[in-house]
């Protein structure tokens, strides 16, 4: 009964969104012969160029076991977090045609925006589950822990993404800023190197941003239990849940922050 | 029709806030902070002033005014697109939430595929879409092209599957804002069809329009809303005639700065133009009254007028040749005046008239004045055709 309520309040908004989702899976491969195959071929290429690069010339893959398998997830998992962070910033602006004319739940542009990417990353990681098979990964029960792990990577990238999108109405620089920030985070992020090789009183700050938690994290359960996780340098529960909080905070600020401001999305833009 | 309010509008006041210099990027609000100063080149736009109507369910309900008068605003504010700045607006009842024909139409689409999509934007579930499908392409009579991208239909073909999407629409209340100023007319009948079904159907419509003899038509009540606030309520009789009435003073402003195109040699041209009357009721005739003067010797001018109508259709029309009026030798200084008195054929609306000198038997333009005057007619008998001249009715029994 509940759900059934539910599902008439935000009956609109779910089949907004499909069509959004659809529609944009149908439009951002048209005209493209491989068509969704780049969904797969695009990270996959990237992989093959860092492997050769960070394996093969820097020699990282000496230290970490199933390096190629740990080095693709992480890319996967970032790219993801680019993808919905990056594409989000534009997204409220490029709708201006339709916010002027139609009054329609504003979020629905950034969920859209967001399964889209999910949709890719669901696709990835059948990829990564291919490679986990070729490179005899052992798997234990621990790798079900990576739907949680997903699940927080989901919320913190669309609460980015609402944060990015709403600010970007009104101050247009945000797109060449976020685009640094990425380029740094990137870096700052355990991603190409393992966070062994970075200076210890680095590493325990590093770790605390939700992205390296998430990567390490993933790369923990699915990969390799060698991976160095929170717990490697902090020993109290409370620092731990830092980066989870860092993400219920940036949630609820960021779709406060949205709401607020999506009122008047149609005469700002 | 029962008394239930579905559109309740208090005192809305709409300001938009137009910074000369936008703040949009960051180094500007960092400076302007640093500056510690006011932002004193923000100006603000009063859009709309102290709105108060209601619309009781099952009204066809008109909104008219100039261009620029807030009637836009007022509807976007009814859809839910615009907050107001002060006071509320209250609706119940499901809304139609779109103000434009084709709202979310992508031309890198197959029409089929933007059915959906604008179906969805509607509010209508894949499935439902399906199911009305073929309804709607038939419709829209697009059968063919349907599998073809929307960037190779003509606008022609656009509007009418936007139409027909519109018309789908499952709302006990609309808002539609001129859609009738478009397409052939055959689509326009469509419409006129689609309107009399709405009426038929009992839905509040919210109707935005300056095509004065729809609003007649069709409204049971308007709102005339000039200059930003609202200037007339009731009756679209009424309130129709207030609109022409506002025409008729900006004619008057108007007439000051000639903004008017004119052209020619000027060898002879008018110097004077007058209508009487400049406002036309019950009246038999019209006369139009011209001076003109030759600057230089020539032969054979020709005097002629045309008038047109507010969608500028040429209606009638003649000349100093046509009526067998010869001038022969004009010498230079020399004057004429020119009556010409038609009879009083016109439907309510405005007229413009432009005039019109030829020398050489018509070879040369020496005075060419569009929209050299204009006058404005209501009379009591209204049709909504071209021509509407004194019809008498018999009847024996």
């Not at chain 1, 621990?142 to 989901?154: K, S, V, Y």
Request: hydrophobic share 45%; net charge positive; glycine share 6%.
């Amino acid at each position: 009964m509940e759900v059934q309520k539910l599902i008439q309040r935000y009956r609109y908004s779910i089949i907004l969104l499909k069509q959004l989702v659809k529609t944009d899976f149908k439009l951002r491969y048209q005209g493209s012969a491989l068509g969704y195959v780049w969904s797969l071929l695009r990270p996959l290429l990237l992989f093959v160029i860092l492997f050769l690069v960070f394996d093969k010339v820097f020699k990282q893959g000496d230290a970490i076991p199933h390096y190629p398998v740990y080095l693709l997830l992480g890319i996967v998992l970032w790219n993801y977090f680019g993808e919905v962070t990056s594409g989000s910033v534009g997204a409220i602006v490029g709708r201006g045609d339709l916010l002027r004319k139609i009054n329609f739940p504003k979020y629905v542009i950034i969920l859209s925006g967001s399964f889209s990417a999910f949709i890719n990353l669901l696709l990835n990681f059948i990829v990564i589950a291919i490679f986990m098979i070729i490179g005899g990964v052992t798997v234990s029960w621990h790798a079900l822990l990576i739907i949680p792990i997903i699940a927080e990577l989901f919320v913190f990238s669309i609460a980015v993404a609402f944060f990015l999108s709403a600010l970007y109405v009104k101050f247009r620089d945000i797109s060449y800023i976020w685009e640094v920030i990425m380029q740094a985070a990137f870096y700052a992020t355990p991603i190409l190197y393992a966070l062994s090789v970075v200076p210890v009183r680095y590493a325990k700050w590093l770790i605390l941003s939700p992205m390296a938690q998430i990567i390490q994290d993933a790369r923990y359960v699915l990969v390799t239990p060698q991976t160095q996780t929170i717990a490697h340098f902090h020993n109290s529960a409370w620092v731990w849940a830092a980066p989870f909080g860092v993400v219920a905070i940036i949630t609820v600020v960021a779709t406060t922050y949205f709401r607020n401001r999506s009122k008047f999305f149609a005469e700002e833009i | 029709m029962d008394d239930e309010i579905v559109i309740s509008v208090n005192h809305v006041y709409k300001n938009f806030v137009l910074p000369h210099e936008k703040i949009s990027s960051v180094k500007g609000l960092f400076t302007s902070l640093a500056k510690r100063r006011p932002s004193k080149t923000k100006e603000t736009q009063r859009a709309l002033q102290d709105i108060n109507f209601q619309i009781k369910k099952g009204e066809f309900f008109g909104i008219v005014g100039r261009n620029g008068s807030g009637k836009s605003t007022m509807l976007k504010i009814l859809a839910g697109i615009y907050q107001p700045t002060r006071g509320s607006v209250q609706t119940h009842g499901k809304l139609v939430p779109f103000i434009e024909l084709g709202v979310g139409f992508n031309a890198e689409l197959t029409g089929r595929e933007n059915v959906f999509l604008n179906g969805a934007l509607l509010g209508f579930s894949h499935s439902e879409i399906a199911a009305m499908y073929d309804g709607i392409v038939a419709f829209a009579e697009l059968e063919k092209f349907m599998d073809q991208k929307l960037k190779n239909y003509s606008s022609g073909m656009q509007v009418r599957l936007a139409f027909s999407m519109a018309t789908r629409a499952d709302a006990e209340i609309l808002l539609i804002d001129e859609v009738l100023a478009v397409g052939d007319a055959d689509f326009q009948r469509k419409c006129f069809d689609y309107f009399r079904s709405l009426k038929k159907n009992k839905k509040t419509v919210v109707f935005v329009s300056h095509d004065m003899n729809a609003i007649r038509e069709y409204c049971d009540r308007a709102v005339m809303i000039e200059a930003n606030k609202m200037v007339a309520e009731g009756d679209p009789e009424l309130v129709a005639m207030e609109y022409n009435k506002a025409f008729m003073h900006e004619d008057a402003r108007n007439n000051k700065d000639a903004t008017s195109k004119r052209w020619g040699d000027k060898t002879i041209h008018y110097t004077k133009v007058r209508v009487e009357p400049k406002v036309v009721k019950a009246q038999k005739t019209i006369k139009i009254i011209t001076t003109a003067k030759a600057t230089v010797d020539l032969d054979d001018p020709v005097f002629g007028f045309v008038i047109k109508n507010a969608a500028g259709q040429h209606i009638l029309g003649t000349n100093s040749k046509i009526k067998h009026q010869k001038f022969e030798h004009v010498t230079s200084g020399q004057e004429f005046e020119l009556s010409w008195e038609l009879p009083h054929v016109f439907g309510d609306g405005k007229y413009y008239m432009d005039l019109a000198i030829h020398r050489d038997s018509g070879s040369r333009d020496a005075d060419w004045w569009e929209d050299a005057a204009s006058f404005t007619v209501y009379k009591d008998e209204r049709t909504p055709y071209i021509i509407s001249p004194d019809v008498t009715l018999t009847v024996k029994s």
